[in-house]
């Protein structure tokens, strides 16, 4: 990895693994629900590291999507006492979206900015 824009994106990566397969007994529980909010934050955290990296807008929203669906599939299905959830996958696919919005959206503000 010569290319110095994909440090943020693989430790964003090893942390989102982290919090998404640590064993159920291990993971802190809060009011209800607010796990959706974790993993919307999660997965604007991976598409805004994914787009700094200079991965297409369209290549970051699919490996997202299947990143998204895999993960929820083996949730339900490994012995780490979690489970999947489609409402989690659409708390990540809103985080996909948002992450994508904000940046397209600073660079659109960047672009209109001009040079000092």
Do not use: C
Request: charged fraction near 10%; charge should be positive; glycine fraction near 6%.
């Amino acid at each position: 990895m010569k290319n110095n824009r994909y440090w943020p994106l693989a430790i964003a990566v090893v942390i989102a693994l982290i919090m998404l397969f640590s064993p159920g007994s291990t993971v802190p529980s809060g009011p209800e629900n607010s796990d959706k909010v974790t993993h919307t934050l999660m997965f604007v955290v991976l598409a805004m590291t994914s787009l700094h990296a200079r991965i297409p807008w369209w290549l970051t929203a699919l490996w997202l999507i299947a990143f998204a669906a895999v993960s929820e599939v083996l949730q339900g299905v490994l012995p780490i006492s979690r489970s999947g959830s489609v409402w989690d996958g659409a708390a990540d696919l809103v985080g996909i979206a948002i992450g994508i919005g904000i940046v397209s959206l600073l660079a659109r503000r960047r672009a209109r900015t001009p040079a000092s």
